[in-house]
T-cell receptor, first 109, second 112 residues
């Protein structure tokens, strides 16, 4: 079993829909990262969080440390949000990332 | 530029040859990471440098892989006697301690 599991693997939605991507992990962590990768493009860090909730524009990330679970939400989704979203975790004392397998999001106009 | 720079962006080589991949991190970033993204395998950690500490090499898949970071800045990942399974996108990232990682655009390595 992978240390970081994401769901769903693929998600297709209509423009404007509210999107939720989930991440569960099985190890103790010091931080969780949400990353975005556009087709053929580089990886961009969206959020780094260790507790609570963060918001940036239409994106919201939450984490529940006790339940070892995080969610990434996108409000008022847009075709430009189409990308692969990757959850990754850092363990205490080491900043290297362990990655989930990613969620491929497609937003249809 | 202000971002993480990797070169070359693409590399095609024959099986058995050695390759060197270069990463220029963001100036002042103390941490530097190498990751690999293979088709069907997702992203995996290779090696991590933090300041003057000994690097964490726990992700290197075999002794054909090595990396160094000179002067706390530029890093080179070397793969000796390349194999077809080494074909992947090799990504470098850098960060300040406790801050998000900034990724380069990667080197796409193809072994013929």
């Amino acid at each position: 079993k992978n240390e970081v599991e994401q769901s769903p693997q693929n998600l297709t939605a209509q423009e404007g829909e509210f999107i939720t991507i989930n991440c569960s992990y099985s190890v103790g962590i010091s931080a969780l990262h949400w990353l975005q990768q556009h087709p053929g493009g580089g990886i961009v860090s969206l959020f780094m969080l260790s507790s609570g909730k963060k918001k940036h524009g239409r994106l919201i990330a939450t984490i529940n440390i006790q339940e070892k679970h995080s969610s990434l939400h996108i409000t008022a989704s847009h075709p430009r949000d189409s990308a692969v979203y990757i959850c990754a975790v850092e363990r205490f004392g080491n900043e290297k990332l362990t990655f989930g397998t990613g969620t491929r999001l497609t937003i249809i106009p | 530029g202000a971002g993480v720079s990797q070169s070359p962006s693409n590399k095609v080589t024959e099986k058995g040859k050695d390759v060197e991949l270069r990463c220029d991190p963001i100036s002042g970033h103390t941490a530097l990471y190498w990751y690999r993204q293979s088709l069907g395998q997702g992203l995996e950690f290779l090696i991590y440098f933090q300041g003057n500490s000994a690097p964490d090499k726990s992700g290197l898949p075999s002794d054909r892989f090595s990396a160094e970071r000179t002067g706390g800045s530029v890093s080179t990942l070397t793969i000796q006697r390349t194999q077809q399974e080494d074909s992947a996108v090799y990504l470098c990232a850098s960060s300040l301690y406790g801050q998000p990682q900034h990724f380069g655009d990667g080197t796409r390595l193809s072994i013929l």
